[in-house]
């Protein structure tokens, strides 16, 4: 237990997109150990608290205000050597850790982070998904669109998805017009490709949603899905039943790098003759 003049140390441990085994060995150790815990029950699942020990304080923060989660990060630090907040997803990506950080810092609670699982990768592996094929796109964008929180200029989803690239779109499950908006005035067609899905990997729960930016809205409403859901928007959705795709370089025959030498000559280019042995000068 800390003294009065050295807190413990609370820990801002990502507790990943919903399945309870997709927490980080480190997550998991530090749940372990824990003396008290305060999870986000609007969005982590609670099971994600079994392997704390007997005794543990846990605590579920969808009640509570900002000022009321960090007074009681402040106190529980004082009484005990482990304290976790358990996030949703990673602590990095749409969550208040820095507004909750700075009154621990205020207080001397010394503070860490273990990053986690997005749900954007949860939902990528959900549907056999990848967020970057040669020579489709290699960039992906987080974002959302614009409800009562506003967005910075130049982050319009419009502005963004002139890029053409992956797009994440959190927190936007109820402004799909507005998604469907931004993206035809960025001048993605209404056949473009698109994916939703709803609490990936939570065990039982995740429901995966297909179609395209002219019927996704109407297809969500079918399907019920109005929370806790990844809005995806891409060039390589589908890619799995494309006939042809541009391979990647690192594991082409014809592609030298430090730890394997080409085995074949690139496409396209004739194998290179040894030069000839110059001849002896005929004698005069």
């Not at 309870?20 to 372990?32: C, F, H, M, S």
């Not at 608290?49 to 009321?68: H, N, V, Y």
């Not at 990528?124 to 290699?138: C, D, G, I, K, R």
């Not at 927190?171 to 056949?191: F, M, N, P």
Request: proline fraction near 8%; charge should be negative.
């Amino acid at each position: 237990m800390p003294s009065m003049t050295a807190p413990g140390t609370v820990w801002f441990v990502g507790a990943g997109p919903g399945d309870p085994e997709l927490l980080t060995v480190k997550g998991r150790a530090l749940i372990e150990r824990a003396g008290a815990i305060l999870f986000a029950g609007s969005l982590v699942n609670e099971a994600a608290t079994r392997w704390a020990p007997p005794g543990c304080t846990i605590a579920d923060s969808k009640d509570m205000t900002l000022e009321q989660m960090a007074a009681w990060l402040i106190v529980q630090a004082q009484r005990h050597e482990t304290v976790i907040r358990l996030q949703t997803g990673d602590p990095a990506l749409y969550g208040a850790l820095i507004e909750v950080v700075q009154p621990l810092d205020a207080a001397g609670v010394p503070v860490r982070v273990v990053p986690g699982v997005s749900s954007a990768m949860a939902s990528a592996a959900a549907a056999v998904e990848s967020f970057t094929l040669p020579e489709v796109t290699q960039s992906v964008i987080f974002t959302r669109v614009e409800g009562r929180t506003p967005m910075p200029p130049g982050e319009s989803l419009a502005e963004l998805g002139r890029h053409h690239c992956t797009l994440c779109i959190f927190l936007s499950i109820t402004l799909l017009h507005k998604v469907q908006a931004g993206l035809r005035e960025a001048g993605w067609a209404d056949d473009a490709p698109m994916l939703v899905v709803h609490k990936a990997s939570w065990p039982g729960e995740e429901v995966i949603v297909r179609g395209t930016l002219a019927d996704i809205r109407e297809r969500c409403r079918a399907a019920g899905i109005v929370s806790q859901a990844m809005v995806i928007a891409s060039p390589t959705l589908g890619a799995r039943q494309w006939q042809e795709l541009a391979k990647s370089k690192l594991y082409d025959a014809s592609f030298t790098h430090r730890f394997r030498r080409a085995s074949q000559p690139a496409a396209g280019t004739a194998a290179l003759a040894a030069p000839e042995e110059p001849h002896a000068p005929t004698a005069p």
